[in-house]
């Protein structure tokens, strides 16, 4: 065997593949979790991402167990069930130089987490957010979660007789400048989304469909593999070209491709499948979201992207030094200045 072949090959920031992998998985083996897993190690991997630069955030459920199989040199929180969007917040408000990187499940958001998913959402905190979504509690024995489906009947559960919520949907109505649905059988998808969504400059969500083995795999649930496989609905094939590279769209014939210029200069490149779709319309995305939801599609990739709004620490006169590395002479209003403040209250 030729030894150059056995190194192993170091992108631009000098690190392996294996430089950005994490804990052996203890979660259920084929568990779409574990993939969507290995795909945001090759999405940062490939972004030349340094791993100390990246901060992962989590609630509660099996989705939530996932940092601990990526990014092994990345700081991380595991917070409260559903409390993870505010955790995400006052990290990332206090110190800007970071890249944030949460993981959700159907349970953790669209349930017990749906009042501060939505908070996150308008404010347009820069941090992706990616909901693990299988329909059911998965930690805790297969209940139904806020997703599963109308009518959908499990062994241990019974019939679920509410009307399931769209995370998608959701995100949309709290205008949320970067909405993406995905399948986690299809890795090559889940990929380049991850990747365009690390370079968006406000809050990008991304649904993700990852079936549950263990407790909800029939073949006619919304959430299992072999129903994803057989309905998946791309709106688009996806293709991430970051700024730094040379772009090239020898594979792409004239009239068949969109292009979607992130804030940092990288490029989202859409070629057309079968439909034509504008991914920056927002009236256009409600109503695929809408139809998607009537004739039960499983629409995926780029639903709606603003490249241009503001976000949340634009909205504030931040020092470039992060407010957790200030002195606290700097945070901290001096004694003359207080009582002068509390003199205008009397």
Request: hydrophobic share 35%; aromatic share 8%; glycine share 8%.
């Amino acid at each position: 065997m030729n030894l150059a072949n056995m190194v192993e090959r170091t992108n631009s920031a000098g690190l392996t593949r294996n430089d950005y992998s994490g804990e052996s998985s203890t979660l259920c083996k084929g568990c779409g979790h574990n993939s969507i897993s290995n795909m945001i190690i090759s999405a940062c991997y490939e972004l030349n991402l340094r791993p100390e630069k990246v901060v992962k955030f989590s609630g509660i459920g099996c989705s939530s167990k996932s940092p601990t199989y990526f990014l092994k040199n990345s700081f991380g929180f595991n917070g409260l069930h559903g409390r993870m969007p505010s955790m995400a917040t006052g990290a990332l408000f206090a110190d800007t130089t970071l890249k944030g990187l949460g993981i959700s499940g159907d349970g953790d958001t669209a349930n017990i987490g749906l009042g501060q998913f939505k908070h996150l959402v308008r404010r347009n905190m820069p941090m992706v957010y990616i909901v693990e979504n299988n329909g059911v509690y998965g930690l805790t024995k297969g209940q139904f979660s806020a997703t599963a489906d109308y009518g959908l009947s499990l062994k241990r559960q019974g019939q679920n007789v509410y009307l399931p919520v769209d995370i998608a949907l959701e995100a949309l109505a709290a205008n949320a400048t970067f909405v993406a649905r995905s399948f986690a059988g299809d890795p090559k998808q889940v990929k380049e989304i991850i990747k365009a969504a690390l370079s968006h400059e406000g809050t990008a969500v991304i649904d993700i469909i990852s079936p549950c083995v263990t407790f909800n795999n029939k073949e006619n649930a919304l959430h299992s593999y072999s129903w994803g496989k057989g309905h998946e609905d791309p709106l688009h094939e996806v293709e991430f070209v970051p700024s730094r590279d040379e772009i090239t769209v020898e594979d792409f014939n004239h009239g068949e491709m969109r292009e979607v210029a992130l804030h940092d200069g990288s490029t989202i490149m859409l070629k057309k499948v079968d439909k034509e779709y504008d991914p920056t319309n927002r009236k256009e995305a409600l109503k695929i979201l809408a139809d998607a939801i009537k004739n039960r599609w499983l629409i995926t990739g780029l639903i709606y992207v603003d490249p241009d709004a503001a976000n949340m620490l634009d909205m504030y006169d931040l020092p470039e030094t992060p407010l957790n590395r200030l002195p606290v002479e700097k945070i901290r209003p001096s004694k003359e200045t207080l009582e002068e403040l509390n003199q205008k209250f009397i």
